[in-house]
């Protein structure tokens, strides 16, 4: 039922920055924590961040400090912005709606999007 799609991959050098957005459908976004993954060729998917719907964050230590997650909850869209990025970050990124304890475990829902390649190499 839910339905994502994510943009905004590309091609980077290391050093630079590249901004993701997941636009998802219908208001999903208002009622739910959200969270960006990421897999690399030949890993598991792993969780970058997730934020939840009164706006608290959590990271990734391998990208706090330079990703920040972010929600617009009246245009359903979330977004990740990367700074500094590096050859380690290379990976299709996704999107996903779930929910996050008090403790800060998030928790996802089995639903993904197409993803969106990012890629960071000279």
């Known amino acids: 039922q839910v339905q994502f799609v994510e943009s905004g991959g590309g091609l980077v050098q290391p050093g630079g920055s590249l901004r993701l957005s997941c636009a998802a459908s219908?208001?999903?976004?208002?009622?739910?924590?959200m969270a960006w993954y990421r897999q690399a060729p030949g890993k598991q998917r792993e969780l970058v961040a997730c934020?939840?719907?009164?706006?608290?964050?959590k990271y990734a230590d391998s990208v706090k400090g330079r990703f920040t997650i972010s929600r617009d909850n009246a245009k359903n869209t979330v977004s990740l912005q990367m700074n500094s990025l590096k050859p380690e970050d290379t990976a299709v990124y996704y999107c996903?709606?779930?929910?996050?304890?008090?403790?800060?475990?998030?928790?996802?829902?089995?639903?993904w999007g197409q993803g969106t390649q990012v890629t960071v190499s000279l």
């Open positions: 996903n709606t779930g929910s996050m304890s008090y403790s800060g475990t998030y928790y996802p829902l089995d639903y």
């Open positions: 934020i939840t719907r009164s706006v608290i964050t």
């Open positions: 219908g208001s999903i976004f208002s009622n739910y924590a």
